[in-house]
T-cell receptor
Framework: KAGVTQTPRYLIKTRGQQVTLSCSPI?????VSWYQQTPGQGLQFLFE???????NKGNFPGRFSGRQFSNSRSEMNVSTLELGDSALYLC?????????????FGDGTRLSIL | AQTVTQSQPEMSVQEAETVTLSCTYD???????LFWYKQPPSRQMILVIR????KQQNATENRFSVNFQKAAKSFSLKISDSQLGDAAMYFC????????????WGAGTKLIIKP
């Protein structure tokens, strides 16, 4: 069974631009969560999607948005990029997203803002 | 709000020896789940072990085991017979209905294996 696939693996952007990251969950998984990982703030939850609906959202500005498609693939968009958005963005999937279910992670997208 | 604390930024152990990584958490809930994840330089977050709070028995996965002390809100990870491939960042995480099912993470412990 294929794991969680995140594309692209690396991305370099400049301030003010926007970016879209993609995540394909494990086949059959319907819940997709996104996390931001930085050296200073550690791992922080961005949002979770389930059946094309955003079910939970972390404490991030509206510049961070996402969506989920009918095949459970998810995209995350960041508009008006700031230097502080430089981070590793991790996507995780699980069957239905309950507390008991472990999340399976992709390799992440490393976003660098110049 | 729930919090997770890992007080050891870095630990080192000799190959083949045993090491224990510490994790404490704060919550007012009685039903929750605790996880240890490993993140090697390849970046992928890998689930090491999971513990249900309602289970008194400590979880074990091969060389990895936990010491779960619910009253003390402590959840340490013991790695036996350490191997070079165990070198990684280890993160303790909490998840519950009260956390809206999101993982609440500790700051991580960097584990170094000395050959």
């Amino acid at each position: 069974k294929a794991g969680v696939t995140q594309t692209p693996r690396y991305l370099i952007k400049t301030r003010g631009q926007q970016v879209t990251l993609s995540c394909s969950p494990i086949s059959g998984h319907r819940s997709v969560s996104w996390y931001q990982q930085t050296p200073g703030q550690g791992l922080q939850f961005l949002f979770e999607y389930f059946s094309e609906t955003q079910r939970n959202k972390g404490n991030f500005p509206g510049r961070f948005s996402g969506r989920q498609f009918s095949n459970s693939r998810s995209e995350m968009n960041v508009s008006t990029l700031e230097l502080g958005d430089s981070a590793l963005y991790l996507c995780a999937s699980s069957l239905v997203g309950g507390a008991s279910q472990p999340q399976h992670f992709g390799d992440g997208t490393r976003l660098s803002i110049l | 709000a729930q919090t997770v604390t890992q007080s050891q930024p870095e630990m080192s152990v000799q190959e083949a020896e045993t090491v224990t990584l510490s994790c404490t958490y704060d919550t007012s809930e009685s039903d929750y789940y605790l996880f240890w994840y490993k993140q090697p330089p390849s970046r992928q977050m890998i689930l090491v072990i999971r513990q249900e709070a309602y289970k008194q028995q400590n979880a074990t996965e091969n060389r990895f085991s936990v010491n779960f002390q619910k009253a003390a809100k402590s959840f340490s990870l013991k790695i036996s017979d350490s191997q070079l491939g165990d070198a990684a960042m280890y993160f303790c995480a909490y998840r519950s209905e009260g956390s809206n099912y999101q993982l609440i993470w500790g700051a991580g412990t960097k584990l170094i294996i000395k050959p």
